[in-house]
């Protein structure tokens, strides 16, 4: 081959990559070109999260029960301002017809916030929100600050708790800035300066979202602390990263463990006892009402009938905790 | 430490020499249509895009696209550089991270004390750049005094500006400098803001830097083959220093940019973007053994990077995928080079 057949081998070649993806992604986003339904936008913090795969599968159905088009984006992996504002941006510039936001940090995602009201497209915030919540059609939540509270109770019972012993605990952290560990944090330790003055939090630490950080982070808590009574691990990455840290050092059932969100696998590890409780929230439930509430707000106006708050209530699942109850708290993580 | 990437460069030499008379130039004419290449890849991307959703083609679209690529165009010119002198530089994006964070502390100071946002703003980039220079000058101490190959020193900067960055910020961002520096990342000259007019700029500048300046020819000898370097009278280890310094100096004005997108100093902005500024660089038809590379395939690939990440998002393809289209492309566009090198094929 002389250079100038090589050239255009080469570009053959990579215009049949180039088509290959752009076949793949027509199945994905087949509809998205229609005109006449409305084009909702959906930005998470990590999308492959169950979490918000679980939100994910929710804000589809009532998408799909409502006949509009469903955009929902988010960093797949990174819980962060850094990675989720280029996608809120990107998702904006297309101008859809309303956002749900799940946003990653409540004062480096106003300006997103503001920018998309300013163009008249109205905006809803999911699971955290941003500090200005004015111009926020609604804001959707779990209870966090009662589901931290609810933590505490689920600790205090696994350790035994009594006034005048000293029970040392741990917090596994995703962020420090997110407004649902801070809500739940500070539920927690409200509900144990209130009722267990004995229990002392020696230590808390940020996983940003990724479980083998907080893996990492117990492991050592686990050699600094050897008296230590207890883990509230406040999300589901922090729960696995737990969970797996004990079971790898044989305290499973010795430490006490509380997590955050009824993830497929940590809800099995309630049955084996390594996981002692798990405070659940209902994300599908979440999603659904945002696209719900949207789509509401962009028909009827002002005069829509939409709750500017809506706080859903956490659910603390455990070994006295039906099956059936089980099941229904635990995230969807496919359809069907 | 670049006697490495030279010794393992000499395959490849025979056959370019043999485009005869000058080595420079037949690198040009080789990569010049490497571009073109990349060109039409970039074309076609944008195409394609646009045919899924008629609204990726606008400039709100395009601004967007230009404002997420001018801190990876950044640190992918600093790059090119380094990979061109046969080094790599891991540290650029945790020196992005670190000077944002320490840019944003300065900043959120002069600030509250009460100092006028444009003030406060030009201290924020005196510091964001005296930081990466900071990082770029202890890259070049434990390359030429440590004696440590680039990939362990820079990996072991990477590390520190991270966590230096974790522990300043306690993991949450730092907000509160001028309010009026997340303003400047909007588009005003068609989808080009302040930053991304400041970056083609800097560009310009680079290309000259590298393809035209002694400076620029010092860092080919030396990548192409450091012994000859020295042997002629190149002394290697300034002219590594000067690398080093210059890509950590641009990754320091990438965190101011990615502050200024930001509107705060966030402890994660920079994290894992190293990897796609090599990656632009080696799209861009550079060599890692080192002694090849054109700043205009750093361009290219920096802008098919970022412009790949934006339409799979209006397209509405799960992100889950983004990272595994981002891979095919890069061996894509590096399999393409080799193809067109000739060095894939006997015939």
């Given at each position: 081959m002389n250079k100038s057949q090589r050239t255009i081998t080469a570009l053959a070649s990579l215009s049949v990559a180039v088509l290959g993806l752009s076949a793949c992604s027509n199945s994905d986003a087949?509809?998205?070109?229609?005109?006449?339904k409305l084009n909702i936008a959906f930005v998470v913090g990590a999308s492959a999260d169950p979490f918000f795969l679980a939100m994910k599968l929710g804000a589809e159905e009532e998408a799909k029960a409502l006949g509009v088009n469903l955009t929902f984006q988010g960093d797949a992996t990174t819980y962060s301002p850094a990675t989720q504002i280029p996608v809120v941006n990107q998702v904006l510039a297309t101008s859809p017809d309303g956002l749900a936001l799940v946003p990653t940090d409540p004062d480096a995602l106003q300006p997103a916030v503001d920018r998309a009201v300013a163009s008249g497209i109205p905006v809803v915030n999911v699971d955290t929100s941003v500090n200005?919540?004015?111009?926020?059609?609604s804001f959707i939540t779990g209870d966090n600050a009662d589901g931290g509270a609810k933590a505490a109770d689920a600790l205090a019972a696994a350790m035994d708790y009594e006034d005048g012993g000293t029970f040392q605990v741990v917090v596994g952290l995703s962020?420090?800035?997110?407004t649902t560990n801070v809500a739940r944090l500070d539920g927690f330790k409200k509900q144990i300066a209130d009722?267990?003055?004995?229990?002392?939090?020696?230590a808390t630490g940020y996983s940003q979202s990724n479980p083998a950080t907080a893996n990492t982070n117990v492991n050592n808590w686990l050699t600094a602390y050897p008296d230590l009574k207890g883990i509230f691990a406040i999300d589901g990455t922090n729960a696995d990263g737990a969970s797996s840290a004990l079971r790898a050092k044989g305290l499973a059932g010795r430490v006490a463990l509380v997590g955050y969100d009824a993830y497929k696998t940590n809800v099995d590890l309630i049955g084996s006892g390594v996981i002692t409780a798990l405070i659940a929230q209902d994300p599908a439930e979440e999603g659904k009402l945002a696209v719900r509430y949207l789509v509401k707000a962009i028909k009827?106006?002002?005069?829509?009938?939409?709750?500017?708050s809506v706080t859903l209530p956490n659910i603390t699942l455990d070994k006295s905790t039906s099956a059936a109850d089980l099941e229904k708290y635990t995230y969807v993580q496919s359809a069907n | 430490m670049t006697d490495n990437g030279a010794t393992s460069a000499t395959p490849t030499r025979p056959r370019t020499g043999r485009?005869?008379?000058?080595l420079a130039r037949g690198i040009f004419r080789v990569l010049g249509s490497q571009q073109f290449v990349l060109l039409v890849v970039l074309v076609l991307m944008v195409v394609m895009f646009t045919s899924i959703n008629?609204?990726?083609?606008?400039v709100g679209v395009f601004g967007n696209i230009l404002v997420n690529w001018a801190p990876i165009a950044l640190i992918a010119v600093g790059q090119t550089f380094v990979v061109v002198s046969g080094g790599i530089d891991l540290s650029v994006g945790s020196t992005m991270t670190l000077s944002g964070v320490v840019a944003a502390f300065v900043m959120q100071t002069a600030t509250g004390g009460g100092t006028p946002d444009a003030l406060s703003l030009l201290v924020g980039v005196v510091t964001a750049a005296g930081v990466g220079l900071v990082v770029g000058l202890v890259n070049a101490l434990l390359i030429n005094?440590?004696?440590?190959v680039p990939f362990i020193a820079t990996l072991a900067t990477l590390g520190a500006g991270a966590g230096l960055s974790l522990v300043l910020t306690k993991g949450g961002p730092i907000a509160g400098?001028?309010?009026?520096?997340?303003?400047?990342?909007?588009?005003?000259?068609g989808p080009l803001s302040w930053p991304g007019i400041f970056v083609v700029i800097i560009i310009v500048i680079a290309g000259l830097f590298l393809h035209k300046s002694r400076f620029g020819r010092y860092v080919f000898a030396i990548g192409g083959n450091s012994f000859a370097a020295t042997a002629v009278g190149i002394s290697v280890k300034t002219q590594i220093t000067k690398v080093y310094a210059l890509s950590g100096l641009l990754a320091g004005l990438g965190g101011m940019v990615l502050y200024i997108t930001l509107g705060s100093g966030s402890p994660?902005?920079?994290?894992?973007q190293e990897l796609l500024a090599i990656a632009a660089v080696v799209i861009g038809g550079?060599?890692?053994?080192?002694g090849i590379g054109r700043m205009s395939g750093t361009v290219l690939g920096s802008l098919i990077l970022t412009t790949v990440t934006s339409g799979l998002i209006i397209i509405n393809?799960?992100?889950?995928w983004n990272q595994v289209v981002v891979a095919v492309l890069i061996a894509a566009a590096v399999t393409l080079q080799i193809l067109r090198r000739g060095q894939g094929s006997k015939a």
């Open positions: 087949g509809d998205s070109g229609s005109d006449e200005d919540l004015k111009d926020v059609t962020s420090a800035t997110s009722k267990y003055p004995d229990i002392e939090i020696a009827d106006g002002d005069k829509a009938d939409i709750e500017k | 485009i005869a008379s000058g008629s609204k990726f083609f606008s005094q440590a004696r440590l400098g001028p309010s009026s520096a997340i303003s400047l990342s909007v588009p005003w000259l994660s902005a920079g994290a894992g550079a060599s890692l053994t080192g393809i799960d992100p889950n």
